[in-house]
């Protein structure tokens, strides 16, 4: 290339080096024009192209992620107030077994402050809880002093506070006018139930608070101290029928009475509550589906051992409740406990029935909201 030229005039230095005529350098003037263009116009293509091929997958994401989503189940995080009583031992079995009966919601557990209903009142009304276990007279309580986010589910306990006597044996009878200890206290549906079902039976005796836990024991032990029968809810009754063989007391007690019985048979003693209305319709069914499947678990006499050590675990580290796994296979091998979740009108007239029946409480209409 002549250095004389412009560095930069490309078309004019191409010419003069090669010399070729006017017209030929006119036609190839012309073709690299058309070249030029060319290469401006692809690339413009090519981003188009390349843009509407975004859109096309943007769009099928759009698609396959709406196909997934319809099929999708939104998790709740579920959280669930239980007592130290026999309405907590299948949530445990939930619990330790929630891959089986609950795969898709979070549990979380929580305590009912037990004995206090003042507590628990503000535990409710804090909304700290979305489902609780508690009995179907403080609910229906709670309803009728206010709380509008209380809505019964269905009755859950059906049988599972028994009258101890002597094992020596009294006769029914005998017991008027002596004096019953009642775990925990008065006024509770140990109390008031068997109160009820022994008047049923034509005994009227006197009741007294007796508390629970290592002083009951020691007075039910001592046949200088004892009562003349103890009316208590499981697991207390089978902890105290274990302990007695386990330390061979002086005094022995069995099962002298089943309230129930007296009573038409199975009663609504316990009772799953919805707090609130945090959690979907959806994952409420799923846990109603769960419990009802840890429930017929932990009924089968198969799984009774098992099931007994599960609730051994959970009753001493959610309440320091020492109940040994004996102690917990009895009750279920013996069927002191019947879990059931019941709903639909019968259901509704048994509700009513006991309520009224044993309790004198009329039903209030939003008892059964939730159903």
């Given at each position: 290339?002549?250095?004389?030229l412009?560095?930069y005039?490309?078309?004019?230095?191409?010419?003069?080096?090669?010399?070729v005529?006017?017209?030929?350098?006119?036609?190839?003037?012309?073709?690299?024009?058309?070249?030029?263009?060319?290469?401006?116009l692809?690339?413009?293509?090519?981003r188009?192209?390349c843009?509407s091929?975004?859109?096309?997958r943007l769009m099928?994401?759009?698609l396959?992620?709406?196909?997934?989503?319809s099929?999708f189940?939104?998790?709740?995080?579920?959280?669930?107030s239980?007592?130290?009583d026999?309405?907590?031992?299948?949530?445990?079995?939930?619990?330790?077994?929630?891959?089986q009966?609950l795969?898709?919601d979070?549990?979380?557990?929580?305590?009912?402050p037990?004995?206090d209903?003042s507590a628990?009142r503000?535990?409710i009304?804090?909304?700290r809880?979305?489902?609780a276990?508690?009995n179907?007279?403080?609910?229906?309580r709670f309803i009728q002093?206010?709380?509008?986010n209380?809505h019964?589910v269905?009755?859950?306990?059906?049988?599972?506070?028994?009258l101890?006597t002597?094992?020596?044996?009294?006769?029914?009878?005998?017991?008027?006018?002596q004096?019953?200890?009642?775990?925990?206290?008065?006024?509770?549906?140990?109390?008031?139930?068997t109160?009820?079902?022994?008047?049923?039976?034509?005994v009227?005796a006197?009741?007294v608070?007796?508390?629970?836990?290592?002083?009951?024991l020691?007075?039910?032990?001592?046949p200088?101290?004892?009562?003349?029968a103890?009316?208590?809810?499981e697991?207390?009754?089978?902890?105290i029928?274990?302990?007695?063989?386990?330390?061979?007391w002086k005094?022995?007690?069995?099962?002298?009475?089943?309230?129930?019985?007296?009573l038409g048979g199975?009663?609504?003693?316990?009772?799953l509550?919805?707090?609130?209305?945090?959690i979907?319709p959806?994952?409420r069914e799923?846990?109603?589906?769960?419990l009802?499947q840890?429930?017929?678990?932990?009924?089968?006499?198969q799984?009774?051992?098992e099931?007994?050590?599960?609730?051994?675990?959970?009753?001493?580290q959610?309440?320091r409740l020492?109940?040994?796994?004996a102690?917990?296979?009895d009750m279920?091998?013996?069927?002191?406990?019947?879990?059931?979740l019941?709903?639909g009108?019968?259901?509704r007239?048994t509700v009513?029935?006991y309520?009224?029946?044993v309790?004198?409480?009329q039903?209030?209409?939003a008892?059964?909201?939730?159903?």
């Amino acid at each position: 290339m002549n250095p004389s030229l412009p560095l930069y005039d490309e078309n004019t230095a191409y010419r003069q080096d090669r010399q070729v005529p006017e017209h030929v350098w006119a036609d190839e003037a012309r073709t690299k024009a058309s070249s030029g263009l060319a290469t401006g116009l692809f690339p413009a293509l090519k981003r188009l192209a390349c843009a509407s091929l975004l859109r096309c997958r943007l769009m099928l994401i759009l698609l396959i992620g709406g196909l997934v989503t319809s099929g999708f189940v939104q998790a709740d995080e579920i959280r669930f107030s239980l007592p130290p009583d026999p309405n907590a031992l299948p949530i445990f079995i939930l619990q330790a077994k929630k891959a089986q009966f609950l795969p898709e919601d979070s549990l979380t557990l929580v305590a009912n402050p037990a004995g206090d209903p003042s507590a628990m009142r503000a535990m409710i009304q804090a909304g700290r809880m979305d489902f609780a276990l508690f009995n179907l007279v403080g609910g229906t309580r709670f309803i009728q002093g206010g709380l509008e986010n209380v809505h019964l589910v269905a009755p859950w306990v059906w049988r599972g506070i028994y009258l101890l006597t002597p094992e020596t044996g009294s006769a029914l009878p005998t017991l008027t006018g002596q004096t019953i200890l009642v775990s925990p206290g008065l006024s509770t549906p140990p109390h008031v139930v068997t109160q009820k079902a022994l008047l049923k039976s034509g005994v009227e005796a006197k009741f007294v608070a007796g508390g629970s836990g290592a002083v009951l024991l020691s007075l039910l032990a001592d046949p200088a101290r004892a009562p003349a029968a103890v009316a208590a809810a499981e697991p207390q009754v089978s902890l105290i029928l274990h302990r007695q063989r386990a330390e061979d007391w002086k005094q022995k007690w069995t099962i002298g009475f089943d309230p129930a019985d007296a009573l038409g048979g199975e009663i609504p003693l316990g009772a799953l509550w919805q707090i609130g209305d945090r959690i979907s319709p959806a994952a409420r069914e799923r846990l109603v589906k769960g419990l009802i499947q840890a429930a017929t678990w932990a009924q089968n006499p198969q799984n009774h051992a098992e099931a007994a050590r599960i609730g051994a675990s959970g009753y001493a580290q959610m309440f320091r409740l020492p109940l040994p796994e004996a102690a917990l296979q009895d009750m279920l091998d013996k069927k002191r406990v019947v879990w059931r979740l019941d709903q639909g009108p019968k259901m509704r007239e048994t509700v009513t029935t006991y309520l009224n029946d044993v309790f004198g409480v009329q039903t209030p209409p939003a008892l059964f909201q939730a159903e």
